[in-house]
Nanobody, 121 residues
Framework: QVQLVESGGGLVQPGGSLRLSCAAS????????MGWFRQAPGKERELVATITSGGSTNYLDSVKGRFTISRDNAKNTVLLQMNSLNPEDTAVYYC???????????????WGQGTQVTVSS
């Protein structure tokens, strides 16, 4: 069994900050890429940020300079620091991990349950 457990969502005013955290647990052999996606009502899920095990990052253009992704490989955790939030950032944020389990010979994508982020005055 593998779990991705997210925390840190909530309600924040425009211009405010939130930090999302996600911890992976279970029979994990190796985690290659971790990241965050989001889905707003009526819209498709979109990639927000990803980070490889080596620390290479990738960001959605609209969050560059405002969001920072980081990870702790020893703890199998990924963080998303979100600053200067605006109402367009309102969405359910999903943790993502591309990883290989102990009992598997290949890597597969795994998702968390999602955490709501609402930016509103």
């Amino acid at each position: 069994q593998v779990q991705l457990v997210e925390s840190g969502g909530g309600l924040v005013q425009p211009g405010g900050s939130l930090r999302l955290s996600c911890a992976a647990s279970g029979n994990i052999f190796s985690i290659y890429t971790m990241g965050w996606f989001r889905q707003a009502p009526g819209k498709e899920r979109e990639l927000v940020a990803t980070i490889t095990s080596g620390g290479s990052t990738n960001y959605l253009d609209s969050v560059k300079g405002r969001f920072t992704i980081s990870r702790d490989n020893a703890k199998n955790t990924v963080l998303l620091q979100m600053n200067s939030l605006n109402p367009e950032d309102t969405a359910v944020y999903y943790c993502y991990a591309y990883m290989r389990l102990m009992a598997s010979t290949r890597a597969d994508p795994y998702w968390g349950q999602g955490t709501q982020v609402t930016v509103s005055s």
